[in-house]
């Protein structure tokens, strides 16, 4: 039995919003990703993501 999620897709806007519970609401990332049922690797993707584009790093 395979016991894989389907891979989900997630706008921009939900990424966003998630990443504000770490940077902003003070939620550690294993409570954010409890809360809305995401693995660490994609959360923590999405804050370096949202740090870069604040930033204007490549």
């Known amino acids: 039995m395979n016991n894989r999620r389907k891979r989900r897709i997630f706008s921009p806007e939900f990424k966003v919003e998630?990443?504000?519970?770490?940077?902003?609401?003070?939620?550690?990332?294993a409570q954010a990703c409890k809360e809305l049922?995401?693995?660490e690797t994609a959360l923590r993707r999405w804050i370096e993501q949202v740090e870069v584009e604040s930033h204007g790093y490549y």
């Open 18 to 29: 998630e990443v504000k519970l770490v940077t902003e609401l003070e939620y550690s990332i």
């Open 37 to 39: 049922d995401l693995g």
